[in-house]
């Protein structure tokens, strides 16, 4: 399966504990997307990666959230001290064009569930 | 502040008919509409875009038809089928200066196509 994965597809935690999700893109694909859905919403952008770099976050994301694409290749989203706010389903996609002219493609999903 | 809204949380059509999904959007810098479809436990899939210079684009069983003046644009899936059953966010990005391209969701219309 050559789509984008993601891991773990659920995870269950206590409030104040650190979690990490990873996304491996589709290979050829040099831009990474998070988005984060809750119940109800689309999902909603969070942050931008071309490569290895971080281009760009959006104001969802608090000082406790951190994420990283080492190498331009997968990245990671780690939250920490989790809030039950938190609790939504963590959408990572890829491209190799700009979404507004091509498709992303979609991981299944990482749900979070802070109890 | 919902740029993108989507004001049908859900639609219920014959096997057969037309399904007619409805976006309206408030950014009138969107220079490019797109939806998805996601089904349970998977990530969003793209179906069909339209640039903001055209009124409409078909591709199948699928046409979207932009009307920018009312900044309105819609779905039309003609005949509809029971694997059309998910759910289907509009989208739509612009460029502005600076920033990375990306994609704004509304909230997203349930298809329910019945035999």
């Known amino acids: 399966d050559t789509g984008v994965s993601q891991d773990p597809r659920h995870k269950i935690t206590k409030r104040g504990q650190n979690v990490t999700f990873r996304c491996d893109p589709i290979s050829e694909h040099n831009r990474l997307y998070w988005y984060r859905q809750t119940l109800g919403q689309g999902p909603e952008f969070l942050t931008y990666f071309q490569n290895e770099a971080q281009l760009e976050k959006s104001r969802l994301l608090s000082d406790r959230f951190s994420a990283e694409r080492p190498k331009g290749s997968f990245s990671t989203l780690e939250i920490q001290r989790t809030e039950q706010g938190d609790s939504a389903m963590y959408l990572c996609?890829?491209?190799?064009?700009?979404?507004?002219?091509?498709?992303?493609?979609f991981g299944e999903g990482s749900r979070l569930t802070v109890l | 502040d919902q740029q993108v809204k989507q004001n049908s949380p859900s639609l219920s059509v014959q096997e057969g008919r037309i399904s007619i999904l409805n976006c309206d959007y408030t950014n009138s810098m969107f220079d490019y509409f797109l939806w998805y479809k996601k089904y349970p436990a998977e990530g969003p899939t793209f179906l069909i875009s339209i640039s903001s210079i055209k009124d409409k684009n078909e591709d199948g069983r699928f046409t979207v038809f932009l009307n920018k003046s009312a900044k309105h644009l819609s779905l039309h899936i003609v005949p509809s089928q029971p694997g059309d059953s998910a759910v289907y966010f509009c989208?739509?990005?612009?460029?502005?200066?600076?920033?990375?391209?990306?994609?704004?969701f509304g909230t997203g219309t349930r298809l329910q196509v019945t035999l």
């Open positions: 989208a739509a990005s612009w460029v502005a200066a600076g920033t990375a391209s990306k994609l704004t």
């Open positions: 996609a890829s491209s190799n064009r700009d979404p507004g002219t091509g498709e992303l493609f």
